[in-house]
């Protein structure tokens, strides 16, 4: 039986689709906190250049990916589509259970399919230099790749705490020759400021994204990079999903319910936006579910409104699902998926109910992230793990109701510099927050 889907470097999509243009309903524009009025482009000029600002406004339909950018992506694109069988023979289940396989890129995850882009497009601008945020360091090491590539410097502020516990992905941005400073830094006014009233103060991801942007407006030839929520990182993930809509067509299948898990919402977006264009203009009926964990539910618990980005109030107010730009997610082990808020876009789609959401505790989360690891081989990313929870209790569903339903999900990285999770997990320390 074919269980591997595979397409070759030409088919490496050509255009990242944009979504943005195909809602019934347009989104939301962000809104300057002052004035309340839409922010115009020039206000983004700061830390952006003119290029990724139009990709985050556009209004075409098709972006064309930069031959530069598609030779880069071909190091590890078009990335496999696998059939899980042992997985369904697991769960003894008739669902046909399918999933892409992000985890073989360089840096173990789906971020460098933006980071390479972004990097791309400050090149072409002439900025010289990046400067951004990580959490536990996938995106730090997604952009520190990208910016070595095309010859730029990356100043990545890495939250203190994770500076010091998650050492491996820190000596990956040094690998990859960024310059790495745990946050809060005396490298900024705000940092020094935090470290002078708390010497100790652990950091957080809204402590370092106001440090890497005061970075930016202060040094010449530095722009500011996000990997998540925004329009240009959810269009330049649309390739997942096209490649995957091939693929699906080869494996002569069509999805009944989709799943993605969600932080900021970018790998969800990746792969399911091209399958909404086919729900919007092909009157398809995929359920598309998005996975958020139970500790950081702002899809499922969350308010649309408009919110900060930031804790320090220093973007514009974007109408998403929010739990309060205050909010301070709880140590969980899925790092990424600790953020206040939802992209607009994936906000978006969920007001209009083209999409759902579901929340799951940690321990049921690597619980199904385990089984997975025992009969596929492959050892997810905890983030990732989190739509297997929702496929697995589907694939049961399924199974109780002798029903053949084809699930697919986004296996958005693998969990082999997460393994200190999978041990508090196995030797019964992981709690439920
Ligand atoms: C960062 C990350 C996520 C969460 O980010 P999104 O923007 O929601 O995709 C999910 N999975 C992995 C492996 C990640 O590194």
Redesign the pocket.
Known sequence: MQTRFDLTQSDIPKNWYNLLTDFPEPVPPPLHPGTKQPVPPEALQAIFPDNLIQQEMSSERWVEIPEPVREIYALWRPTPLLRAVRLERALKSPAHIYYKY??VSPA????VNTSVPQAFFNKEAGTKRLATETGAG??GSSLGMACKLFGLECNVYMVKVSYQHKPYRRMLMHTWGATVHASPSDQTQFGRKLLAEDPHCPGSLGIAISEAIEDTVTHPNTKYSL???LNH?CLH?TVIGEETIKQMEMAGEEPDVIF???????????LTFPFIRKKIKEGKKYRIVGVEPSACPSLTKGELKYDFGDTAETTPLMMMYTLGHQFMPPAIH????R?HGM?PMVSHALKLGLIEAEAYHQTKVFEAATLFAQSEGIVP?P??AHAIAAVVDEAIKAREHGQKKVLLFNL???GLLDLSAYETYLTGKLTDV
Do not use: T
């Open positions: 992000e985890g173990g995850s789906h971020k996938q995106w990997g998540s929520v990182v993930q993605g898990c969600c932080g900021g919402g970018s790998n969800f977006a990746g899925a790092g990424g998926l953020y992209s990313a983030e990732s958005s990285g693998h």
